[in-house]
């Protein structure tokens, strides 16, 4: 089957360091999808036929793989996946409020995209961050803590000029405070 | 109790600027336990009786004697032999190892290190939650520093021992955080826990025999090397000792990650540690270790300490100590069909009491949730609960029905 997808040099490299690890090929799986999602924004079907085929694993396997785990996106997401946690402590601390905020401002709702493709929205669940609800998570990468509609405001505005927020590390609250 | 609780001074998580660079670890006594055991004074099993002989309960959720499961590893008969690490921290309210990957990163190493030293293993994998990109980045780093600096890898400190170390992520499943199923996970597959026995210390990752630990279980390692199995046994409660890093959130005015000994008091931690309750609320629940610990009431936590056995008594347990504060305007019905939304989203459905009884946990309470509830159902919820609790193969559907 002609694949639209390809890996780079770079990515095949990366392919080969995961393999490396393990005694065996079929645990480099999970890695693997993870560099086609992050090359492809995806990992569509023919994506995961491109995984299979470079690891030399039954599609079937990659398939399961793929589908048992919430965060591999199985069907093309906005440029920026809006991960908010809905779980216990943010649900506690106005999560809710922060979803539906978003949703108003970007009029979707939870589980859509944006029609210029810009932006996704979900509710998801705790992602280990309860100390600094409410919270959310860009695109499977960055963290924004502690939650307000300004904050959003914000990052809204720097995602649209394809800005990431930095990553914010929360220190220890018995620590002295350092700047 | 009487503990002078600002007079403690964090060792899992020292005050120390930069402590996660290897340089500034190392200047601080960092891999000073390591290069102790790999001596001529110590050996294997003298490692695991000293660990044994401290009491690490885990702190991945059970609280089972790290030593003692170290201990039930077969003899070495030549082939691979796994340590795997559970940095998974999937379980709602829970949020401290993360702290220590972002924080003190070696400690953990070198614990981890030490571990397979005594256990005699040929490789440790850490295993880390998906969503903690930023995290595994940071972990990565800090283990190339310590491949470079020959604390891992072959002969390591010349001592003839060799171990390899390899991090690897999850893509979002929380019952990857039970141990079988994080090493189906590790393989590579969906993450369907295994039906035990047998155990991961006869046939864990590839069939070879394989030890899970916690995080911060590993991490408490150095420092018994370090100073000795009394000194941990003697911090906190007697028959749950030493440091812990308590995750406090919710409704309280300072939420954060906490270190200090086990059996401290709740209400302390609510109330001083954590600065009250915000905007001068009363109390009106707390989950005291991860949601998949029973909830306490408000009113019933006068003399309850955050450990085992006063848990236990309480009518809970003690998790990962990751403690969940509900204040008085706290919407129960609400909560509960949250965390239920959780578990069947979250049960993996191999079992068939789990699977749908996840499921009707979250439609009953959704039915109350909206107004419809009827006497009825609170019985249909108990008679679920009894059905699921002890029927399945792995925890989930048992935590499903405590909470
Ligand atoms: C559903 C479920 C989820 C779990 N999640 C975690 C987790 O995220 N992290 C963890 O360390 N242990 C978790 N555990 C406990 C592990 O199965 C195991 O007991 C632990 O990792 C052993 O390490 P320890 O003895 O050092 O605590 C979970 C257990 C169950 C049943
Ligand atoms: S109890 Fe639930 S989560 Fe655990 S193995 Fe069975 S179905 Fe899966």
Same mark, same amino acid.
């Given at each position: 089957m002609a694949n639209n997808y390809e890996f780079t040099p770079e990515d095949l490299k990366e392919i080969e360091t995961i393999k490396a690890k393990f005694p065996e090929v079929m645990p480099a799986t999970l890695p693997t999808l993870w560099v086609a999602q992050r090359r492809f924004g995806h990992v569509e079907p023919e994506v995961q036929h491109l995984v299979a085929e470079t690891l030399d694993l039954p599609v079937s396997h990659v398939h399961g793989v793929a589908t048992f785990y919430t965060q591999y996106y199985k069907e093309k997401m906005g440029k920026y996946v809006l991960d908010v946690c809905t779980t216990t402590s943010c649900q506690l601390c106005g999560g809710?409020? +922060? #979803?539906?905020? #978003?949703?108003?401002?970007? %009029?979707?709702?939870? %589980? !859509?995209?944006?029609?210029d493709g810009m932006f996704s929205i979900q509710s998801v669940e705790c992602l280990g961050a309860c100390g600094y609800a409410p919270m959310m998570q860009i695109?499977?990468?960055?963290?924004?803590?502690? #939650?307000?509609?300004? =904050?959003?405001? !914000?990052?809204? !505005?720097?995602?649209?000029?394809? =800005? +990431?927020?930095e990553f914010e590390s929360v220190g220890m609250p018995q620590h002295t405070e350092r700047s | 109790m009487s503990f002078d609780w600002k007079s403690y001074t964090p060792v899992i998580i020292p005050d120390i600027p930069n402590l996660h660079e290897i340089d500034v670890y190392t200047k601080n006594g960092g891999y000073d336990s390591l290069k102790e055991v790999l001596s001529d004074d110590w050996d294997p099993t003298k490692v695991v009786n000293e660990v044994k002989a401290a009491n690490i309960r885990g702190r991945g959720g059970a609280g089972f004697n790290a030593g003692l499961k170290w201990s039930f590893m077969p003899k070495p008969d030549g082939g691979p032999r796994y340590l795997a690490c559970n940095g998974d921290e999937s379980e709602p309210g829970t949020f401290k190892d993360r702290k220590i990957f972002e924080y003190n990163p070696h400690l953990f190493i070198e614990g981890a290190l030490i571990a397979a030293y005594a256990m005699q293993c040929s490789a440790i994998y850490v295993y880390i939650r998906g969503e903690y990109y930023s995290w595994i980045k940071m972990m990565?780093?800090? /283990? *190339?520093?310590?491949?470079?600096?020959? $604390? &891992?890898? *072959?002969? &390591? /400190?010349?001592?003839? $021992?060799?171990?390899?170390?390899?991090?690897?992520?999850?893509?979002?499943?929380? &019952?990857?955080?039970?141990?079988?199923?994080? /090493?189906?996970?590790?393989?590579?597959?969906?993450g369907y826990p295994r039906v035990k026995p047998p155990f991961p210390a006869q046939k864990g990752l590839w069939g070879r025999p394989t030890t899970i630990n916690n995080i911060e279980t590993l991490s408490c390692v150095p420092l018994v090397i370090k100073n000795g199995a009394d000194w941990f046994s003697g911090i906190g409660a007697e028959t749950h000792p030493g440091p812990v890093l308590y995750g406090i959130s919710g409704h309280v005015n300072r939420p954060g990650v906490y270190e200090l000994p086990t059996g401290m008091p709740v209400l302390t931690l609510i109330e001083e540690v954590a600065g009250g309750m915000r905007n001068g609320k009363k109390l009106k629940g707390l989950i005291p270790g991860g949601s998949s610990t029973p909830i306490l009431r408000g009113d019933a936590l006068e003399g309850v300490n955050m450990d085992a056995d006063s848990l236990r008594e309480a009518g809970s347990m003690m998790g990962t100590a990751g403690m969940i504060v509900m204040d008085e305007d706290t919407d129960m019905v609400e909560m509960l069909w949250r965390i239920s939304h959780f578990y069947h989203h979250e049960s993996c459905g191999q079992c068939t009491p789990c699977r749908e009884g996840t499921g009707w946990l979250e439609k009953i309470l959704l039915k109350i949730r909206n107004g419809d509830g009827e006497i009825r159902d609170l019985e249909l919820l108990i008679d679920l609960c009894s059905q699921m609790e002890g029927r399945t193969i792995c925890a989930l559907a048992d935590a499903a029905a405590y909470y």
């Open positions: 809710y409020d +922060m #979803l539906h905020y #978003l949703e108003n401002k970007l %009029g979707i709702k939870a %589980g !859509e995209t944006t029609k695109t499977n990468d960055v963290y924004v803590n502690n #939650l307000t509609e300004e =904050k959003l405001d !914000e990052v809204i !505005e720097s995602l649209k000029a394809d =800005k +990431m927020p | 990565e780093k800090a /283990l *190339k520093d310590a491949y470079d600096k020959g $604390f &891992i890898g *072959k002969n &390591i /400190l010349g001592s003839g $021992f060799d171990v390899e170390f390899h991090v690897t992520g999850g893509a979002g499943a929380y &019952i990857c955080g039970e141990e079988t199923s994080m /090493l189906e996970s590790l393989e590579g597959k969906r």
